[in-house]
């Protein structure tokens, strides 16, 4: 089955450094990535979209890349802070007006 | 203000029991779809719609249902809720599609004893 896949455990890191996710998918090709903050208790927001064409996009401190031979999309918040402590959630698109598949994302805790 | 609204925000209810969760939006999107929330599995679409009276299945669909009557709303409907529909439950919505920045409403904590 489709799948996108996220590491299940939490990425503990210091404040400043550079915190580094991973969503890998499996059985599919999405067109499109798009990568969520979820704080405790409430919906996800939007962060990031990416398309396949595209190696890279930034957007302030946060950096996207997708690598289609990995199937790899590598989710970076540079300068990291306490505030950017919460659930990451990576979703791909085959495109279009499709179905979305979440994966089942990666808590990050930045300490001070 | 630009939103997704859900009502009610915490249901408790009883086997069988049905029930409507609500959903609206005020940014005329085209794209609107419901997702249940569960440790470990993430968020999990049940349906979706692309436009008024176009809906289609997500990955778990079973014991839903939905209608799309007009563009603003999409209630998410359970005729006979059981136990293993406990769950935090999410309505979506974005311009044109799943491809697109999704905006999502504030959940609704469903239990059913």
């Known amino acids: 089955s489709q799948k996108i896949e996220q590491n299940s455990e939490a990425l503990n890191i210091q404040e400043g450094k550079t915190a580094t996710l991973t969503c890998n998918y499996t059985?599919?090709?999405?067109?499109?990535l798009q990568w969520y903050r979820q704080d405790p208790g409430r919906g996800p927001v939007f962060l990031l979209l990416?398309?396949?064409?595209?190696k890279e996009k930034r957007k302030e401190r946060l950096k996207v890349t997708f690598d289609t031979t990995l199937k790899q999309s590598l989710f970076h918040i540079t300068a990291s802070q306490p505030a950017d402590s919460a659930t990451y959630l990576c979703?791909?698109?085959?495109?279009?007006?499709?179905?979305?598949?979440f994966g089942a994302g990666t808590r990050l805790a930045v300490h001070p | 203000e630009a939103q997704v609204t859900q009502n009610p925000r915490y249901l408790i209810t009883v086997t069988g029991k049905k029930l409507t969760v609500t959903c609206s939006q005020n940014?005329?999107?085209?794209?609107m779809s419901w997702y249940r929330q569960d440790p470990g599995l993430g968020l999990r679409q049940i349906y979706y719609?692309?436009?008024?009276?176009?809906?289609d299945k997500g990955d778990v669909p079973e014991g839903y249902k939905v209608s799309r009557k007009e563009k603003r709303n999409f209630p998410l409907i359970l005729e006979s809720p059981s136990p293993n529909q406990t769950s935090l439950y999410f309505c979506?919505?974005?311009?044109?599609?799943?491809?697109?920045?999704?905006?999502f409403g504030p959940g609704t904590r469903l239990t059913v004893t």
């Open positions: 059985n599919y090709s999405p067109a499109y």
């Open positions: 940014m005329n999107h085209e794209y």
């Open positions: 979703a791909g698109s085959p495109g279009g007006y499709n179905k979305l598949i």
């Open positions: 979506a919505s974005s311009k044109t599609g799943g491809s697109y920045e999704q905006y």
């Open positions: 719609s692309m436009n008024v009276e176009v809906t």
């Open positions: 990416i398309r396949e064409n595209e």
